[in-house]
């Protein structure tokens, strides 16, 4: 497997974080130096270590979690997206309380979004790829991607001020549902 097929893959496989870090930083989440970092660092870090961690988990268990792995991420985007649409929604609230770039939301939204790396690591053990280099690739190509996104979604929050919170939960539940929707129909 060249570079430039690692290069693909990992673009692939950044889209819902960058999806997510878009919609985190349009709905005024990634305000600080710090926010961004761990959106960034975490979505990159969980990016590299899943398919590090489907090499190591063996054909078993990466079958087995297969079969409802897509259940898992849509239940974290859609209680995740959910919050985020009814902060979006209350009037009396001036200031965000919860920010998802910290504790278990971010871990949440690390796995939700990183799940399918998982799987690569696996087709890569399948296809006696050395898992390291293209795990850094991953991480690296998901750590930018997100970066690109928070700067976007900054722009288009200060645009659209609060609205952009409820817009940034419906992008959560959207991935979510497609997720779901291409494990059943594609």
């Not at 690692?6 to 889209?15: D, E, F, K, P, T």
């Not at 001036?94 to 910290?102: G, L, N, V």
């Not at 979004?113 to 390291?132: E, F, P, R, Y």
């Not at 293209?134 to 690109?148: E, N, Q, R, Y």
């Given at each position: 497997?060249?570079?430039?097929?690692?290069?693909?893959?990992?673009?692939?496989?950044?889209?819902?974080?960058?999806?997510?870090?878009?919609?985190?930083?349009?709905?005024?989440?990634?305000?600080?130096?710090?926010?961004?970092?761990?959106?960034?660092?975490?979505?990159?870090?969980?990016?590299?270590?899943?398919?590090?961690?489907?090499?190591?988990?063996?054909?078993g268990f990466?079958?087995?979690?297969?079969?409802?792995?897509?259940?898992?991420?849509?239940?974290?985007?859609?209680?995740?997206?959910?919050?985020?649409?009814?902060?979006?929604?209350?009037?009396?609230?001036?200031?965000?309380?919860?920010?998802?770039?910290?504790?278990?939301?971010?871990?949440?939204?690390?796995i939700a979004?990183?799940?399918?790396?998982?799987?690569i690591g696996?087709?890569?053990?399948?296809?006696?790829?050395?898992?390291?280099?293209?795990?850094?690739?991953?991480?690296?190509?998901?750590?930018?991607?997100?970066?690109?996104?928070?700067?976007?979604?900054?722009?288009?929050?200060?645009?659209?001020?609060?609205?952009?919170?409820?817009?940034?939960?419906?992008?959560?539940?959207?991935?979510?549902?497609?997720?779901?929707?291409?494990?059943?129909?594609?």
């Amino acid at each position: 497997m060249g570079t430039i097929d690692i290069i693909v893959i990992a673009v692939g496989l950044a889209m819902d974080a960058a999806a997510v870090s878009l919609a985190a930083a349009a709905s005024g989440f990634a305000k600080d130096g710090r926010a961004v970092f761990r959106l960034a660092f975490h979505f990159g870090l969980f990016q590299f270590f899943m398919p590090v961690a489907g090499w190591f988990l063996g054909i078993g268990f990466v079958s087995y979690l297969k079969s409802f792995d897509h259940w898992i991420a849509f239940g974290l985007l859609l209680f995740v997206g959910g919050r985020m649409i009814c902060s979006g929604m209350d009037s009396s609230q001036t200031t965000i309380k919860k920010d998802p770039s910290r504790g278990m939301t971010m871990v949440m939204l690390s796995i939700a979004t990183s799940i399918d790396a998982l799987a690569i690591g696996l087709s890569l053990a399948m296809l006696d790829v050395n898992i390291w280099y293209p795990s850094v690739i991953i991480g690296v190509i998901t750590a930018g991607l997100s970066l690109l996104a928070i700067s976007i979604g900054k722009r288009l929050g200060v645009l659209f001020g609060k609205r952009m919170e409820i817009v940034g939960g419906l992008i959560l539940i959207f991935i979510g549902s497609r997720i779901l929707f291409l494990e059943f129909f594609a």
